[in-house]
Every structure is written in C-alpha cells, then in structure tokens.
C-alpha cells in the first residue's frame, strides 16, 4: 500500500524559500499516478498549492505560481516543493498526495486526493 | 476559480442521528466532480466519496454523496461515534481544484 511521508524544517525565516520532500514509498512515482501538495493554515481549510507528473509537467495554483517550483526525482523515488519569499501566510501543515488524472488537449483533468501523508508543520517566523 | 460553500458550519448531532452537510459551487462542477473527505484532530484528511456519490474503497456504506450542477450533499446515516470530526469537500472537474471550508459535525 502506498505510503507518502514529508519532511521539511519546520521554520522559516520570512522572505527565505520554504523546501519540502515527499517520500513515496511502495508505489513508483513514475506510475500514471499524479503528484500533489496541499497545505492547510492553522484552524483553516484546504488548499491545493500544485501537482506534478512525473514526466516533470507540472500544473500550480494560481495564487502561488509566481513564487512555486514542484520537482520531482524518479530516481529517489519522491518529489519536492520550493516556495520562495515566503511570509507568515504560508505558515501551515503542508500535505503530500496522491491523484489519478489523464490529458485533454493539454489540459490536466484531475482526480480525487486519494492518498495522504501525514503532513509536516511548517512556521514562518523570524 | 470555483468557490465551495459548505453548511453548516457546525452540526451538533448525537450518535444514531442522520447529518446532512451541504456543498454548493459558485459555478457548475464539470463531470459532477465533487469529493468529500473526512479529517480528524492531528490527521490527515481521508478521501470517502469521489463523483458527488461514489464511495471510495474502505468507506462505510452508512456515508452517502449525492447532488449534481452546484449542489451536493453528503448524509451520514445513523452516526458513529468515529464519525465526529470536520468534513469538507472538494471538486476537481474545473481548474484548480478547490475545497469547502469544511463542516464540523459534533456530539
């Protein structure tokens, strides 16, 4: 059963990068599966910050594009977030998951978060 | 983007009863692409319904999804007390996906 584990520092210092790693583990990434993070504030909801395939097509959510890198290493079996100039808005439990989804004239068409990691805490504070 | 409005924010029901959480879009959900998760305290969320009304493998057949277009609903059947958590929904038929803001149901 495929199991997704991040890690990440835990703080940041605003305007510094935030970086986290999803590990994959008894699935390969570079199944026909699709990659996500999602991250959610303190008390608030859900929000999906961006996807990646593992070709290294990559789909961000437009709040964050300008500032967003997802990568993925096949050979290591998992896939990061970059997210640069952060502040205190991006403090939040930062999620890694799993989705289905197939191309129509270019465009993704998702599918459901079906597999979760636990989720790692990152705080952004000086 | 497409908003998800979730309600009742809060629900205070007692184990046995039937809850019924609303989601309504502010547009037309493609494909009647709505999921519905379930999260409890220190969890991740757990995905239970994908396409407004089918469950997911593993979900219990007391939680059921139904709606189509803007409006969709999830119903949990005779409550359990492993029920009581925050649910929220998601669609995924229009880019980017995005979720409700979640509905708590509590004892």
């Known amino acids: 059963q495929v199991q997704l584990q991040e890690s990440g520092p835990g703080l940041v210092r605003p305007s510094e990068t935030l970086s986290l790693t999803c590990a994959v583990s008894?699935?390969?990434?570079?199944?026909?599966?699709?990659w996500a993070w999602i991250r959610q504030p303190p008390g608030g909801g859900l929000e999906w910050v961006g996807t990646i395939f593992h070709s290294g097509a990559t789909y961000y959510n437009p709040s964050l594009k300008s500032r967003l890198t997802i990568s993925v290493d096949t050979s290591s079996n998992q896939f990061s977030l970059d997210l640069r100039s952060v502040t205190a808005a991006d403090t939040a439990t930062y999620y890694c998951?799993?989705?289905?989804?197939?191309?129509?004239?270019?465009?993704?068409?998702?599918?459901?978060?079906?597999?979760w990691g636990q989720g790692t805490m990152l705080t952004v504070s000086s | 983007e497409i908003v998800l409005t979730q309600s009742p924010g809060t629900l205070s029901l007692d184990g046995g009863e039937r809850a019924t959480l609303s989601c309504r879009a502010s547009q037309s959900v493609s494909s009647n692409y709505v999921a519905w998760y379930q999260q409890k305290p220190g969890q991740a969320p757990r995905l239970l319904i994908t396409?407004?009304?089918t469950r997911a493998p593993g979900t219990p057949d007391r939680f059921s999804g139904s709606g189509s277009g803007t409006d969709f609903t999830l119903t949990i059947n005779r409550l359990e007390p492993e029920d009581f958590a925050v649910y929220y929904c998601?669609?995924?038929?229009?880019?980017?996906?995005?979720f409700g803001q979640g509905t708590k149901v509590e004892i």
């Open positions: 998601q669609q995924y038929g229009n880019s980017p996906p995005t």
């Open positions: 998951a799993r989705h289905s989804g197939s191309l129509w004239f270019g465009e993704l068409l998702y599918g459901a978060f079906d597999t």
């Open positions: 396409a407004a009304s």
């Open positions: 008894d699935h390969a990434v570079n199944s026909a599966f699709y």
